[in-house]
């Protein structure tokens, strides 16, 4: 088991850039894909962006596509989201994801597994 601790939200303006980071303690972090999803007041919690076990494939949500990058930094346990162009309707609780079992990947509309405790991202307009 690890745990997991979102770093980087905070109060952005519309159009600017954050990126978030999700420490993990373990020492097979890179044995697991990652995830992260996001949930505002009143709101279901929603995927948001997931990375596989090798890195090697992303994939994200299409509210999110060609403005928000997944990534991962197995020397430091560390997986990234980094976050461009981002609008009011963004902000939200971000939380990350670790799946259940290694070597799968993130299931985007029913996750299990490990979450951390959220970090708090505001995009005012």
């Known amino acids: 088991q690890v745990q997991l601790v979102e770093s980087g939200g905070g109060l952005v303006q519309a159009g600017g850039s954050l990126r978030l980071s999700c420490a993990a303690s373990?020492?097979?972090?890179?044995?697991?894909?990652m995830g992260w999803f996001r949930q505002a007041p009143g709101k279901e919690r929603e995927f948001v962006a997931a990375i596989s076990w090798s890195g090697g494939s992303t994939y994200g949500a299409d509210s999110v596509k060609g403005r928000f990058t997944i990534s991962r930094d197995n020397a430091k346990n560390t997986v990234y989201l980094q976050m461009n162009s981002l609008k009011p309707e963004d902000t939200a609780v971000y939380y990350c994801n670790k799946p259940p079992h290694p070597y799968t990947e993130v299931d985007r509309t029913r996750p299990f597994g490990s979450w951390g405790q959220g970090t708090q991202v505001t995009v005012s307009s």
């Open positions: 373990g020492r097979t972090f890179s044995n697991y894909a």
